[in-house]
C-alpha cells in the first residue's frame, strides 16, 4: 500500500468506502500497513527447506533423519514458531550459538507432559464446580431459575449469560442431554442440572461470576479460606488455561492473558501473569482430592527432568520454596513429605 492510495482510500467520497473506513478498524490497519509496515507471506516450504532455514539462521541440527521425522509430525509452526523465540536473539533472529534442534525439541516435549500433568486436576475443578453450582442454585430457584435474570446479580449481564448458554445448548443440540428434555418436556426447556454439563468452563465460570453475592459465598464457602471475590477471578484463568491445555498451546514462558487475583498476605510474591499463579490458587480447589501433594512431587520431577532445556521460572515458580507454597494445606504437605522420605 502506497502513500498516495492510501490518501485517495481516506479521502474518498464514495460512500461505500466512508462505511468500510468505520468498520473492523480498517482504518487503523490502513495505518499500521502505512507507517508500521507489513511482512509478505512466506512462501510454503517442504521439510528439507525447513531444516535448511533453520542452519541457516544458526541452528544446530544433529540428526537431520531425526528432525524430518519430527517435522512431518509435528508441524514448523507449532514448534519452531512456538518454542524457538526463546533462544533467539531478538534483535538478528538468529539462534543463539550452540543452540540445537533437540533443545527447542525437549522444551515441547515438557510441555506436552506439563498439560497432561496437569488436565486431571482442571476435570477434577471443573466438574465439582457444576455440581456445586447446580446443587446450590437448583435448591434455591428450581430447575428453571437460571432462566430468570432476577436470580442473578443486578450487576451482571444477563443478556451475555443468556446468550452463552444458548449458545452452548445449540451447539449441543444433538447431545442426548438436549434432545431428551426439548423432545418431552414441557416448552422444551432444559434444566439447570442438564443444562450445565454443556457448559463450557468459561460460561461455567460467566455463571458463577453472574450470580448474587450470597450465593457466591455459598458456594465459595465449601473450600477452605477462599473468598468469592478472588474465586470469581480464579475460576476465569483456570478456564483459560484448561482451554490452553485443551487445544495443546504452550504454557512455558507463556504470559497469561487472564490474570488471576491473588491473596496479598499469602501469594503477594508470586507473578501473577504466569503459570505458577494459577497453580496456587487451584490449590485451594483440589482440597479434597487427597493427590495435590502427588501433583507437586510429579512437577517437581517434570521440572528435574528437563532442567537441561527448562528452568521453573518460565512457569513463574517462586525463587525459594515454590513446592511449600502450593503445599500449604497440611495434609499435602504430609504426602509430599512421605514421598521425599521413600526417596520416590
Avoid at 416448552?187 to 458463577?208: C, K, W
Amino acid at each position: 500500500m502506497h502513500i498516495f492510495s492510501f490518501c485517495i482510500l481516506i479521502s474518498a467520497p464514495d460512500t461505500h468506502l466512508a462505511d468500510l473506513r468505520t468498520k473492523s478498524g480498517l482504518f487503523f490497519m490502513l495505518l499500521d500497513m502505512v507507517f508500521m509496515g507489513t511482512k509478505e507471506h512466506s512462501a510454503a516450504m517442504d521439510i528439507p527447506a525447513q531444516i535448511e532455514n533453520l542452519k541457516k539462521n544458526n541452528l544446530i541440527i544433529e540428526d537431520e533423519e531425526k528432525a524430518a521425522y519430527i517435522l512431518r509430525r509435528i508441524s514448523y509452526y507449532r514448534l519452531i514458531k512456538a518454542y524457538g523465540p526463546a533462544f533467539k536473539v531478538k534483535k538478528t533472529g538468529r539462534y543463539y550459538d550452540r543452540t540445537t534442534f533437540d533443545q527447542i525439541y525437549r522444551v515441547y516435549e515438557f510441555d506436552d507432559q506439563l498439560r497432561h500433568l496437569l488436565l486431571p486436576y482442571l476435570q477434577e475443578i471443573e466438574i465439582t464446580l457444576r455440581c456445586q453450582i447446580t446443587n446450590h442454585f437448583c435448591a434455591k430457584y428450581g430447575v428453571l431459575g437460571y432462566l430468570n435474570s432476577s436470580n442473578f446479580d443486578e450487576d451482571a449481564s444477563f443478556d451475555e449469560l443468556a446468550d452463552k448458554v444458548h449458545q452452548c445448548l445449540t451447539q449441543s443440540k444433538d447431545s442426548p442431554i438436549v434432545k431428551n428434555f426439548r423432545i418431552n418436556y414441557v416448552d422444551g426447556r432444559v434444566p439447570l442440572y442438564a443444562a450445565i454439563e454443556v457448559f463450557t468452563f468459561g460460561t461455567l465460570a460467566l455463571f458463577y461470576k453472574s450470580m448474587k453475592t450470597e450465593d457466591r459465598k455459598a458456594i465459595a464457602g465449601l473450600y477452605e479460606n477462599v473468598d468469592e471475590y478472588y474465586l470469581k477471578s480464579w475460576l476465569v484463568s483456570i478456564a483459560y488455561v484448561r482451554n490452553l491445555c485443551s487445544h495443546f498451546n504452550r504454557l512455558y514462558n507463556r504470559t497469561l492473558v487472564k490474570k488471576p487475583l491473588m491473596y496479598k498476605r499469602q501469594d503477594g510474591n508470586v507473578d501473577n501473569s504466569k503459570l505458577y499463579a494459577v497453580l496456587c490458587c487451584m490449590r485451594y480447589l483440589c482440597q479434597e482430592s487427597g493427590d495435590w501433594g502427588g501433583f507437586v512431587f510429579d512437577l517437581r520431577d517434570l521440572l528435574s527432568d528437563y532442567s537441561d532445556c527448562v528452568k521453573p521460572s518460565g512457569i513463574g515458580c517462586i525463587e525459594n520454596g515454590w513446592k511449600e507454597k502450593l503445599l500449604d494445606q497440611e495434609k499435602d504437605y504430609l504426602v509430599y513429605q512421605l514421598y521425599s522420605a521413600l526417596n520416590l
